[in-house]
């Protein structure tokens, strides 16, 4: 059970737990089939027991729960992971001046990566300097909502002001500014910023984040935001085969002060900016 993108049965019985604790099993049945309509009571009971075997669930009663051992043993990993990752990243190697660059073979695989160090770097950046981003379209909440979900929460969890200066005013432009804004997200929408639509960049204190796609997949991307005004089901699978599509994807790391204090300064006369969150 990893609680991956792609979910298997006993991890929809773990979230739902993890939502609901102690439900009963027809409780279960009926959270798990508004998520995957076709799954039947027999593979939720079965998945339940596989659970129990792993003592993953335990049971009271009629009522099921997460196992509090289960769970500090996955705590214990994720604490022991936090602490290593950090020292043994390469994205924290790099000295004023460095840059590294990787390259995947698609934006779904980029992504992987991609937000593996933002979240990284939102826990480590000093919460007096806002995080800067500047995308053509803030694509992830359609192509990657439940990873996007978890960025976002890390604002508010880490208390970190994100500024998203994005390069589009589409209606799917306006629908992300409205419905993710937050105490910890400002959004500033504009089609006037000469910034090439095939870049994307994000700014960590004196860390960036850069990433380069191909131009054809960059009008396809345009294209969706141009002739969509909704978000709906069978369009977020449309997108998805855009993310997913074989097209080459560059991502460079650099730590250089003086390139990303200029961006900072050309983005953040968008945005107002509290006084906690500016550094002295």
């Known amino acids: 059970m990893l609680l991956a993108q792609k979910q298997s049965i006993e ?22 089939q508004k998520i995957r309509e076709k799954t039947t009571k027999q593979a939720v009971y079965t998945a339940l027991k596989s659970l129990m075997d792993s003592e993953v669930v335990a049971k009271v009663g009629h009522n099921y729960f997460l196992s509090r051992v289960w769970l500090s043993r996955v705590n214990t990993l994720f604490q022991m992971q936090k602490e290593r990752e950090t020292a043994r990243d390469a994205v924290f190697d790099l000295r004023e001046g460095e840059s590294i660059s990787y390259h995947f073979p698609s934006l779904l695989s980029c992504d992987t990566y991609w937000a593996h160090v933002f979240q990284i770097l939102t826990e480590w950046i000093d919460p007096k300097v806002p995080i800067m981003i500047l995308m053509p379209h803030e694509w992830f909440v359609i192509g990657r909502t439940e990873v996007e979900k978890g960025v976002f929460k890390g604002f508010e969890d880490h208390k970190k002001l994100a500024l998203f200066t994005i390069g589009g005013t589409t209606p799917l432009d306006t629908q992300f500014k409205r419905e993710w804004k937050s105490e910890y997200v400002q959004t500033h929408l504009s089609n006037k910023e000469k910034f090439p639509r095939t870049h994307h960049v994000h700014i960590f204190d004196d860390f960036l984040i850069e ?3 191909a131009e054809e997949l960059a009008k396809e991307i345009d294209a969706f935001y141009m002739t969509h005004t909704a978000v709906v089901p069978e369009k977020v699978a449309e997108f998805e085969s855009l993310i997913n599509k074989r097209s080459a994807v560059r991502m460079k790391i650099s730590r250089k002060s003086k390139k990303a204090n200029r961006l900072r300064k050309q983005l953040l006369k968008n945005f107002y900016v509290p006084s906690h969150n500016k550094k002295d």
């Not at 737990?17 to 009926?30: H, W």
């Open 11 to 32: 991890d929809l019985v773990a979230e739902n737990l993890a939502k609901n604790p102690y439900s009963t099993g027809p409780q279960l049945v009926s959270m798990v």
């Open 211 to 213: 990433v380069f796609i």
